[in-house]
């Protein structure tokens, strides 16, 4: 059997993903079920139980295969980046409409009809996928409806099929979310969270975690000495650590330093970050 990373294989010792029959041991093998996340944000965790750590966060409109449902917990794959883990039940709905528009701003409300004056029913990140069936005009103000009735900003939403021009600018647009171990949504964020979102907005699927990003996106960087040679949107990777240069001389990231996502010049942040965790491991040019 070959060896398999259980972040982005659905296998454990007693049921497994059927298309992974033959290359994974199991005692079970079933096909996923499709469903979809109606819940504004779910966190992906490591254990179905509720102490159990976040892995990673799946937004509002993101579609999963379901390998498992048992008491109260369900064990999903997701299919934007592959990735595995538990959630509750109570966040999964059912795949009808194909969704038509994403949310474009880092964080959004919902209304209970068109009209800003109503009390909010919910919100959403950025990244997540609507469908809209209509549209409404209250005041000036130009409103997105939803098929539960509901209505957004048509502001902040865009189609599906476009595409942001610079992923760093829209990392840039999350300056002072609030960093959030697994979190992935404008609502909270980490590392590697602001770099696989930027990089969705901007048609890009990458993978989730900062180990699996420094392995798979663009190639490898050489930068030279002191770093001359890096520029907007080269990526530097230290371990269990990613960050997005903004231009040659500062970077962007989420981290556990100002607990925000923040600005920092590099040559700070590798003295900074030298000295309790070395230096960077890795330099990728998308």
């Excluded at 469903?35 to 779910?42: E, F, Q, S």
């Excluded at 509750?88 to 800003?116: E, K, N």
């Excluded at 970077?251 to 925000?260: D, K, Q, R, S, V």
């Amino acid at each position: 059997m070959t060896a398999r990373d259980a972040r982005l294989h659905a296998f454990r010792s007693d049921l497994a993903d059927a298309r992974l029959k033959g290359e994974v041991a199991a005692d079970r093998f079933v096909a996923g079920r499709p469903a979809r996340i109606a819940a504004t944000v779910a966190d992906v965790r490591k254990a179905p139980h509720p102490d159990a750590g976040i892995n990673t966060q799946l937004l509002f409109g993101d579609d999963v295969l379901v390998f498992e449902d048992a008491e109260g917990w369900a064990w999903i794959q997701a299919e934007r980046d592959g990735y595995v883990g538990y959630v509750a039940d109570t966040v999964l709905g059912a795949r009808s409409q194909a969704p038509t528009h994403v949310v474009s701003v880092p964080r959004t409300f919902l209304y209970p009809g068109p009209d800003l004056r109503f009390p909010p029913s919910g919100q959403l990140s950025m990244g997540s996928a609507v469908t809209v069936t209509g549209a409404a005009e209250t005041r000036g103000t130009h409103y997105a409806l939803l098929p539960s009735g509901e209505a957004v900003i048509s502001g902040h939403i865009r189609p599906v099929a476009e595409a942001a021009p610079d992923y760093v600018a829209v990392a840039e647009m999350f300056l002072g979310t609030p960093y959030l171990w697994g979190g992935a949504s404008g609502f909270g964020i980490d590392c590697s969270g602001l770099v696989q979102l930027a990089m969705h907005m901007a048609g890009r699927q990458v993978l989730r975690d900062s180990d699996m990003q420094a392995a798979t996106i663009g190639e490898a960087l050489e930068p030279g000495p002191n770093f001359a040679g890096l520029r907007r949107g080269d990526l530097v990777f230290w371990k269990g650590h990613v960050a997005i240069m903004t231009d040659p001389e500062t970077m962007i990231h989420a981290n556990g330093h100002t607990m925000l996502v923040s600005r920092e010049g590099l040559r700070e942040a590798v003295a900074r970050i030298g000295y309790l965790y070395g230096g960077p491991t890795g330099f990728r040019r998308p």
